[in-house]
């Protein structure tokens, strides 16, 4: 066998495909590399042979971080996320990746006149790389991993500049009858097994290299050695090979027998598919004390994870999910007011009644600091008193009405919040990091990770003639404290005297309890945090989708997070500080900005209109891209909310934790 050009005056090493593709230190993939180096032509991926060279690329104005070799050198320890080795990769280098994959998706989307079939698969790209790109900035891991979720932003940013140049010269060409073997493009080309494809890509001016058997008909007008790709790649291998699979992954390209797609798929699999750890829905228990227990279903208070099987797809184990509980039958989960009486059995002259406040987790409590939007605080105070739940409620998040509290007890709230700052790192971290437990955790969980005392206590002998219900009480509180105890003991106890950090801002204990813009500031990650993690909660129990191909999860799971913010994916859950405290989704009509809210509301109702139950005012809402007039836009928004806080309402027996504004003048201390 041999290699022939007919265009070009070099041949590329030829990438031998095999059972084992490495990744290398610069995350990429070798000779295998299909961002940067030719490929064998596979039908249906011929947009790979359309990627820009980088000599081309950078000329015609591409930047140049596209190209860059990552390395471990990038990479830079974070010692605030309370767990040894995590880090992120370098501000400046995450900000221009961010950039040049913003660059390729303004450049697909300036697309014109292609049918929309065609451009699906680049939709779909486009969701994997603004996910991928998430990860990159949001979620700490180790030097290697950050440095692969780096190059793959590279990779398919560059595919996608490669579905560009695919869309706007190769069809083009194709579709005419003129010879553009002159005009050859500035792409990396393709290898090829086959004479009329050899021919195809000849005529229409792409590089093309022919392997073919060494007969005396092939004319050869110059014998040249192969270019290796080692110089431009790493030739140092990663610590972890990546295989590459036989089977087709659903969802992907539908190419079977491509390789290259195998290991992409594999690649934006393992990046993307993240998820809260899976939390089962255990039916209530009561023991003798009467109390409640969420952590029944386990054996002990830290279970342990799932392991992955060889036979498992390449998927995380975990899954945004809280526990249901199921409700007598008949029995609302909302009760009116009650009945005005006067207290003591006395008369009351002035007639007014005074009655029991209830927890704000069950009735809406105005909060001293937050002034929820008026559509989201009419639902909640429409909702009444939520019942008693069956089981203790459960957060995400440190929930919100911790840290807001006013009253002789702020010296309490003041340690929870300083303590907060040093421990957000990790609160968020949880949320995905697979190797932290990352479970919803109860009210009392919250009150001793922030109280901070991270001691693990044995413990004491009871009384004799305790009771077997007192004993087992006891024991359980020992083994909750000692849980949080495990998952927090890194950070050591509380000691006021830290001075820890938000950003490049030093907050000691007296700036925790004394500067609005840090209170407000967790305020507003608690609430959003845990607003996002609950509607991406709801709508994956309301619109089952286990058995949905990978792709059609991710762009669910991208629809949903829309809500907030920018089409991103489950890590969008975690809010970037300070740039997404600029956003605010939830104007009233009269805000002369009101429009700028439309596209979140719209997304909300858009998936509202596919959960059961839905009214049928939401559904009939129009859902495309169409202006809303100032009445629908309120009609939307105040029935969105509604629906939203009833059906949370129904699954989890507490009321949700909503969005707010961030104070605009509080922006400028951060």
């Known amino acids: 066998m041999c290699i022939t050009s007919p265009n070009m005056t070099f041949i590329p090493e030829f990438p031998v495909e095999r059972g084992l593709i490495r990744t290398y230190a610069d995350g990429r993939w070798g000779v295998r590399e299909y961002s940067r180096w030719p490929q064998i032509l596979t039908p249906g991926a011929w947009h790979f042979a359309c990627i820009p060279s980088r000599d081309e690329g950078l000329a015609s104005g591409m930047p140049e971080v596209l190209w860059r070799t990552i390395s471990v050198r990038d990479w830079q320890v974070d010692p605030w996320t309370g767990t040894v080795g995590l880090g992120f990769l370098k501000n400046t280098l995450v900000a221009d990746l961010e950039r040049a994959a913003e660059g390729a998706i303004q450049a697909y989307a300036s697309l014109r006149n292609i049918p929309p079939r065609r451009l699906l698969y680049g939709s779909q790209l486009i969701v994997v790389i603004r996910q991928t790109a998430d990860r990159m900035k949001l979620l700490p891991s180790s030097a290697g991993i950050a440095v692969a979720v780096a190059a793959h932003v590279q990779r398919l940013s560059l595919e996608l500049h490669g579905l560009c140049t695919y ?9 005419s009858t003129e010879d553009f073997r002159y005009r050859i493009l500035p792409v990396i080309g393709a290898f090829v097994n086959e004479g009329n494809a050899a021919s195809t890509l000849f005529r229409l001016g792409i590089p093309v290299f022919f392997l073919q058997p060494l007969t005396r008909l092939v004319e050869v007008w110059h014998l040249v050695s192969a270019t290796r790709a080692f110089p431009h790649l790493s030739e140092e291998p990663s610590t972890v090979p990546i ?14 027998g491509n390789w290259t797609t195998m290991m992409m798929a594999a690649m934006s699999q393992e ?23 969420a952590l029944a279903s386990a054996e002990s208070p830290r279970a342990s994870k ?41 008369k009351n002259k002035a007639k007014q009644v005074s009655r029991m406040v209830q927890h704000p987790s069950r009735e809406h409590v105005e909060s001293p600091f937050v002034a ?12 009444g008193i939520v019942r008693q739940p069956p089981a203790r409620l459960l957060y995400f998040y440190p929930p919100p009405f911790l840290l807001d509290t006013i009253s002789s007890r702020d010296e309490k709230v003041h340690r929870y919040l300083h303590n907060l700052v040093r421990l957000r790192p990790l609160c968020r971290l949880r949320l995905f990091e697979p190797t932290v437990d990352g479970r919803p955790l109860t009210l009392a969980d919250w009150r001793t990770v922030l109280w901070g005392d991270y ?6 002998k009871l009384k004799q003639g305790a009771s077997a219900s007192e004993e087992r009480q006891v024991k359980r509180r020992y083994e909750e404290k000692n849980y949080i105890s495990s998952v927090f003991e890194s950070f050591g106890s509380y000691d006021q005297e830290l001075v820890v950090s938000i950003g490049d801002k030093q907050v000691t204990a007296a700036a925790a309890a004394s500067e609005l813009w840090v209170r407000m500031m967790l305020l507003w990650e608690a609430h959003e945090i845990n607003f996002r993690c609950e509607l991406m909660t709801l709508d994956r129990i309301l619109l089952p989708r286990d058995e949905w191909p990978i792709l059609q999860r991710w762009e669910r799971e991208a629809k949903v997070s829309s809500v ?9 859950i975690l809010p970037s500080i300070p740039d997404d405290t600029k956003g605010f989704w939830w104007r009233t009509s009269a805000d002369p900005e009101w429009r700028e809210s439309v596209p979140a509301v719209r997304a909300l109702t858009t998936l509202m209109a596919r ?46 934790v909503v969005p707010f504004r961030f104070p605009l003048h509080l922006r400028a201390a951060m």
């Not at 295989?243 to 079977?256: A, C, D, K």
Request: aromatic residues 8%; contains cysteine.
């Open 167 to 175: 869309f706007r010269h190769f069809l083009p060409r194709l579709e």
């Open 372 to 383: 929820l939007p008026l559509s989201w605080a009419r639902s909640l105070r429409e909702t």
């Open 455 to 460: 001691e693990v206590k044995s413990q004491p």
């Open 271 to 293: 990046i993307c598919s993240l998820a809260l750890p899976h939390l089962p829905a255990p039916e209530p228990t009561q023991d003798p004390s009467g109390s409640s227990s």
């Open 564 to 572: 907030w913010g920018k089409t991103s994916g489950m890590i969008g």
């Open 243 to 256: 295989f590459q699979r036989p089977q087709e992954l659903p969802g992907m390209m539908n190419l079977t």
């Open 306 to 346: 799932r392991g992955r099987t060889d036979a498992a797809p390449l998927v995380s184990d975990k899954v945004l999910e809280m526990p249901t509980r199921p409700r007598p039958a008949g029995e609302s989960s909302i009760i009116a007011e009650p009945k005005k009486t006067h207290r003591g059995g006395k």
């Open 611 to 656: 959960w059961p139950g839905c009214p049928n005012v939401i559904r009939n809402l129009p859902h495309t891209d169409e202006e809303w007039p100032l009445e629908i836009f309120d009609i939307a928004q105040r029935e969105a909310a509604r629906f939203y806080v009833d059906a949370f309402v129904a699954k989890f027996h507490r009321l949700p």
